[in-house]
Structures are given as C-alpha cells and as structure tokens.
C-alpha cells in the first residue's frame, strides 16, 4: 500500500528505526559533545529567568506556576553564515521559539544547540517534554495541513488536542518534517540510539488563535527486554 505522506512518511520511519533500535544501522547523528557556557568564545550566549503564561503552562501539561523557566539564546559571535537558537527551558521541558542554521554553515547543528540549552540547566534524563509553540516552518505545515485533511471528521485549525500515536502513518509524516527532524537528530544526539523514544506528537491550537500551531513530543525511556 503506497504511503499517504510520500513527502515524509519514509523519512519518518526511519528517523523512528533509528531512535527505537540500538542495532539500525546508517545513523547519522552522532552523541553530541558540544557544551555551552556563558562567556563562549564563539557564541554571544544570553540567558535569563521568566514566567510562563498560563495557558502555555496547561498546555505543556505543567501544573507549577511559581517554577521559575529559563530564557535562553545563543548567537554566532562572528560574521560567518547564519545560525541561531533561541528557545526556553524549564524542568523536563525544552522550548524551541526561534530556530535557523544555514547550510553553509559550519557551526554545530540545532539538535547539537537544543541538547546544550538544556543541560545548561538542567539534567539532561530529567526531561520529558519537546515544544514548539507558533510552528511556521513551512514543510512542517503542509504536513500537517494534508494529516488534517485526510483524517475524517477533522479540519484544519482544530481548537482540540490531536494525539498521533508512534504506530501510526501520520506520526511518521510528522516525524519526517523539518520539526520533527529537528527533535529526532536532537534526541539521537542527546541520548544515542535505543535509549529514549517518542511516546506521542500532539498536535493543537489555543483557545481561538488559529494562526498559532503548537506541536509537543513526549519522550519517555525505552526499556530493553533482557536479552536470552
């Protein structure tokens, strides 16, 4: 049966293949060793506390208004191609906001930049949740534009949470966007292969702001069964 998503379901299966089993070949991306501090010699790195709005609280599933977040950007020092990340994190959380790294560029890869922004702060095992709130990137839209279209009864923007699940086609559609490449090389740099998976992609709008798409993963370890 040919693919629904032929633009990125098979990219998706495999970035799948690769976070899931430890023995898939042809990975890659590599554990990251990249670190960041604040007086980095090639990054001018900001970083500050914040409060978040309480509507992102509930839909981050996060109950602890009074927990103080981290705002967190990292930019190029000097004139060479392009890259940034600018994002927030909190604990088991990670944010991504603004993201953009060219192609010429031979700095690290975002996933090397988001694995850095939250072990700045927190311990990297302690997190729980990916997400990007205002998702703009244009392949990933599309995806999930043509997800909502063929799913029945459902339309696009949907005010309701739509949960795809990892034995799914429409979970490895998203997973094979420009976002869902993104966390996937960040979970495979951050952890290596077999150790942690994504449970769910949730897609959702807030309230009434229909021009707004967010996207959560929720990761979770994968447990080996022993071997015989």
């Not at 990007?132 to 999930?144: A, G, K, R």
């Amino acid at each position: 049966m040919a693919d629904n998503y032929p633009l990125w379901e098979k990219k998706g299966r495999n970035l799948q293949k690769w976070i899931e089993n430890y023995r898939a070949g042809g990975c890659p991306y590599p554990i990251s060793t990249f670190t960041l501090m604040l007086r980095h010699r090639d990054y001018v790195v900001d970083h500050k506390s914040v409060k978040l709005d309480a509507k992102l609280l509930t839909a981050l599933n996060m109950t602890n208004a009074n927990t103080t977040y981290r705002s967190i950007s990292i930019m190029q020092r000097d004139e060479g191609p392009p890259v940034w990340w600018i994002g927030r994190t909190g604990p088991g959380v990670i944010i991504i906001d603004d993201i953009f790294r060219s192609k010429r560029s031979d700095d690290p890869y975002i996933s090397e930049f988001t694995k850095a922004a939250y072990t700045f702060d927190f311990p990297l095992d302690s997190l729980r949740n990916v997400f990007v709130p205002d998702v703009n990137e244009t392949n990933t839209l599309s995806c999930i534009k043509k997800v909502y279209k063929l799913r029945e009864g459902l339309r696009y923007p949907s005010s309701t949470h739509q949960v795809w699940e990892p034995s799914s086609s429409e979970f490895s559609a998203l997973l094979g966007t420009g976002i869902g490449k993104v966390v996937a090389a960040f979970i495979l740099c951050a952890w290596g292969q077999g150790k942690k998976r994504i449970a769910r992609i949730i897609t959702f709008h807030i309230d009434a702001d229909v021009h707004k798409l967010y996207m959560r993963f929720d990761l979770e370890d994968i447990l080996l069964s022993p071997e015989l």
